[in-house]
Nanobody, 124 residues
Framework: VQLVESGGGSVQAEGSLRLSCVAS????????MGWFRQQPGKERELVAT???????LYVDSVEGRFTISKDYAAKILYLQTNSLKPEDTAMYYC????????????????????WGQGTQVTVS
């Protein structure tokens, strides 16, 4: 399994970015997939996650501003980020579970088995 993120960059506050994560090698249905972020000196934190049926969960700080979605045919996970704030500055990582999660939203980083290399988002 390989996850490759793209779409990060530098934007001004209130701007938007669309992050993409291309997933290859996932041959099973129903993995839970999510976006995490990490700021220097801080632990990696969940941003948004989507379980096998498409149910989603967001961290409170991004609720209403970010949207996680998935193109099932192309196996691409997206994170649309709107109304960005300086505190959203971080390295953003895509993650996927090796198991199937239908109806169960995974939120703990250590329950995700596959990770991308990250894409940097900087908001000024």
């Amino acid at each position: 399994v390989q996850l490759v993120e793209s779409g990060g960059g530098s934007v001004q506050a209130e701007g938007s970015l669309r992050l993409s994560c291309v997933a290859s090698g996932i041959t099973y249905k129903g993995p839970c997939m999510g976006w995490f972020r990490q700021q220097p000196g801080k632990e990696r934190e969940l941003v948004a996650t989507m379980e096998g049926y498409g149910r989603t969960l967001y961290v409170d700080s991004v609720e209403g501003r970010f949207t996680i979605s998935k193109d099932y045919a192309a196996k691409i996970l997206y994170l649309q980020t709107n109304s960005l704030k300086p505190e959203d500055t971080a390295m953003y990582y895509c993650a996927a579970t090796s198991g199937r999660y239908f109806g169960v939203v995974v939120i703990a980083a250590d329950e995700f088995n596959y990770w991308g290399q990250g894409t940097q988002v900087t908001v000024s």
